[in-house]
């Protein structure tokens, strides 16, 4: 099935949303990859409120993802071309959510200047941003609220930019 995903610049009204899918994806879709105790961790909503969620993604340039007008998914990128969040609710997945927002982040950074897009990728992310050019440079291991994750920096060099 084909869905038309819509990108636009995100605004304040999307913090509930937007906030909303990165639990879901985090607890749901990256816990194939995560132990609960990872997940708790890296979730961590009790911690997380919409006001400051909302300071957050307007101090980055965010994206949201609209399917059939609601928040599907959502991603940043900075002017050196880095990738901080990119996530979508678990059932978006497979609708060509995500490569519609990495599309997005591509084309922003390219516009911002960049010659190379970045992200800290997580072990359920991994094969998407493989699969689109991206290639690991390394293997992470951050800690969050004192819980160890494993996630890979993985870079692309966007067409028409020199290599490193």
């Known amino acids: 099935m084909s869905t038309a995903v819509r ?23 990256a816990a194939a990859d995560y132990s609960p105790e990872q997940i708790a961790a890296w979730a961590r ?22 399917v059939d007008g609601e928040v599907a998914g959502f991603s940043d990128v900075d002017p050196s071309g880095y990738v901080d969040m990119m996530f979508v609710a678990s059932r978006f997945a ?11 982040m591509e084309e922003k950074a390219r516009a911002l200047g960049a010659t190379r897009v970045s992200a800290d990728v997580s072990i359920t992310a ?11 440079h390394a293997e992470q291991h951050p800690v969050r609220a004192g ?9 692309k060099t966007l067409r028409g930019s020199p290599p490193d």
């Open 94 to 104: 497979g609708r060509g959510v995500a490569t519609a927002l990495l599309a997005a």
């Open 7 to 29: 990108i636009r610049p995100y605004r304040s009204d999307d913090a509930a949303a937007t906030l909303e899918v990165f639990l879901d994806a985090v607890t749901v879709t």
């Open 45 to 66: 909503p009790e911690e997380r409120t919409v006001a400051e969620w909302d300071a957050g993604r307007r101090s980055r340039s965010t994206y949201v993802a609209l």
């Open 147 to 155: 819980v160890e994750l494993i996630n890979f920096r993985m870079v």
């Open 126 to 136: 991994r094969r998407f941003f493989a699969r689109r050019g991206f290639i690991v």
